[in-house]
């Protein structure tokens, strides 16, 4: 028995999300029937990032156990015959067994595109969040620097499972406009239910003048839910990489 | 009667081009439905370019005549709430009920937008042609220069209707680089069947050092489609704005 590594790029505008559910289709059950008709064996991923309904990814990580003699390199090329265009394998690696996407130590990057214009552009409308009001953003800079470093981020988790441990690191919030974009990148250790979305939820409420920067302290330390803003929508997220430490 | 001209976005993925064919669905067949049942009549758009499947735009144009009492600029907000989220009419106006998209003098600006790198990114599979191979830009900028001015582009056309006069002037042929994406920008007074999409299958030749720069000059005075390279794909195009002189 060997085990592999699947880094995994997908659109996720026609998923529900990650993790198999019984009310539509996931990237987590399509993998699973691709690779179980390709191995002919019944193929189970455990995924690093269980990405919501909507949500895109460039490098999220599934592992999956298989006694296949198919080089781990050309497993990518075979697979992606079989998926649809939405979702294609970008690197496929043997591991040692004993490694687990989601016990490893590992430094995940979000990024987050908005869409800040008077005029709404329906070629972008899966991939972007679309502001149409003029966005501060050197406030927005200074509420994020704010929530930088090591913090219980209890404020911005949506409350669905039970978390012991709030407590997370960002090492990096940067935003960046380019044209009529502007990207929210973020770089941590690992993030809590919907922290990203919260985050930036958070963040456009200064932008528009409705929080000041240093409010985004006070939310922080509130340590509730309630005090920060809403959730921004899925579709302008993306899970960028994920990199192991060991 | 009056005539309203709107100004057009759509995310052409979904559809069989903008003109009505039995087919498949189109954008004009939607525009003719959503005008008709808001404005209670039998409404019949003009457009001014009629794009190919897939071909995206950011600013089409098109007419249509009505007894509406809506005020024009209304019109476009009334329209978008009926339309599918992958049309969005940008614009409403009046214009004289002699002003017709296609016979006023107009400047057209397309974009194509290539994907240059090693790994696909499902999440621009429908709106950037993915190219893995190195692109040498500065030989297609050079190629480039030779295709601007008032040229016969015969070599450019994809045969489909008597076309008496293949003379077209291009003012602009720019080729710009940022970041994996490359963008092909392209602005003249009129274009032949396929001219964009065949001058790009040519530019990529030469990106790839099939064809020299110089060789872009006796395909243009060959006179002949067979000369040039092959026709780009429809995904990576946006007709982006047209410009009216009169």
Redesign the interface.
């Known amino acids: 028995m060997k085990r592999f590594k699947l880094t995994v790029?997908?659109?996720g505008a026609n998923y529900c999300g990650w993790q198999i559910q019984p009310n539509g289709i996931t990237i987590e059950e399509v993998l699973n029937k691709k690779l179980s008709g390709l191995l002919g064996d019944d193929i189970r991923v455990i995924g690093a990032s269980r990405t919501d309904s909507g949500v895109?990814a460039?490098g999220n990580v599934a592992v999956f156990d298989s006694d296949t003699t198919i080089p781990p390199e050309r497993l990518a090329y075979a697979l992606n015959r079989q998926l649809p265009?939405?979702?294609?394998v970008?690197k496929s690696e043997e591991v040692p067994m004993n490694w687990h996407p989601r016990y490893c130590n590992s430094v995940k990057t979000y990024e987050y595109h908005i869409l800040n214009s008077k005029?709404?552009?329906?070629?972008r409308?899966l991939?972007r969040y679309f502001v149409s009001y003029k966005l501060e953003l050197d406030k927005m800079k200074e509420a994020a620097a704010c929530l930088v470093g090591e913090h219980d981020f209890a404020s911005f988790c949506n409350v669905r499972t039970n978390v012991e441990d709030t407590v997370r690191t960002i090492y990096r919030l940067d935003i960046e406009e380019s044209g009529d974009e502007v990207t929210i990148r973020i770089i941590g250790n690992g993030f809590l239910y919907n922290m990203v979305r919260i985050i930036v939820g958070t963040l456009l409420r200064v932008g528009r003048g409705f929080y000041t920067p240093d409010r985004v302290k006070n939310i922080l330390e509130a340590r509730d839910r309630q005090a920060a803003g809403v959730t921004a929508p899925p579709h302008g997220l993306?899970l960028v990489r994920i990199d192991y430490k060991s």
């Open positions: 790029a997908y659109d895109h460039l265009k939405d979702i294609v970008v005029i709404p552009d329906p070629t409308r991939t993306v």
